[in-house]
């Protein structure tokens, strides 16, 4: 069965850095891209980063460009999202997705996991 | 602002047919396939409509989508109570070299 799992999620002073983890079952890890999206607390949906299977092309939303890093670690079906300079606009539950045609997420997604930046 | 338009809300009764529109422009829709996710409340987003017009294992045929130039839409007939939910489009956008959300259509079953 696929499955993502997120981690690291928690409550966090502004101007601070968590990271994010994302483990993935079931699937040739390394064949697909990941992404992370986020949803603020009664709002919407914003596509956060990207990242292609082998790791070498990243994309970023233009809010987090310069404070968030995605990155991957294919041996241990691994996806993670540092995030740095942490903003209260930042608050959300983050979750992790298989890309899918289109260079979107597709059918798995992760629980989600909630970050809170707040003093 | 998103940069793919929906409409806010959406309602029908059981048995109705409802249709959601998602307007974007030719670096996004106009050029690649769209997206479309249903979000219940505590859960997470669940694919209901991939490439355009398909549909996952699993999703009653209920739901369909179709796209026209830089619009798209999500059709659900034969509305039943557990449809409520909110129903977001997505779209890679070459303009911004990232995937773009609408700003989500909360549907509602009277």
């Known amino acids: 069965e696929e499955q993502l799992l997120e981690s690291g999620g928690g409550l966090v002073q502004p101007g601070g850095s968590l990271r994010l983890s994302c483990a993935g079952s079931?699937?040739?890890?390394?064949?697909?891209?990941m992404s992370w999206v986020r949803q603020v607390p009664g709002k919407g949906l914003e596509w956060v980063s990207r990242?292609?299977?082998?790791?070498?092309?990243?994309f970023y939303v233009d809010s987090v460009k310069g404070r968030f890093t995605i990155s991957r670690d294919n041996p241990v079906n691994m996806v993670y999202l540092q995030m740095n300079s942490l903003r209260a606009e930042d608050t959300a539950v983050y979750y992790c997705?298989?890309?899918?045609?289109?260079?979107?997420?597709?059918?798995?997604w992760g629980q989600g996991t909630l970050v809170t930046v707040s003093s | 602002q998103s940069v793919l338009t929906q409409p806010p809300s959406a309602s029908g009764t059981p048995g109705q047919r409802v249709n959601i529109s998602c307007s974007g422009s030719t670096s996004n829709i106009g050029s690649k396939t769209v997206n479309w996710y249903q979000l219940l409340p505590g859960t997470a987003p669940k694919l209901i409509v991939y490439a355009d017009t398909r549909r996952p294992s699993g999703v009653p045929d209920r739901f369909s989508g179709s796209k026209s130039g830089t619009s798209a839409s999500l059709a659900i007939s034969g509305l039943q109570s557990e449809d409520e939910a909110d129903y977001y489009c997505a779209a890679w956008d070459d303009s911004v070299n990232g995937a773009v959300f609408g700003g989500g259509t909360q549907l509602t079953v009277l």
């Open positions: 997705a298989k890309d899918e045609g289109g260079w979107l997420p597709g059918r798995l």
């Open positions: 079931g699937f040739t890890f390394s064949s697909y891209a």
């Open positions: 990242i292609t299977g082998s790791g070498d092309t990243k």
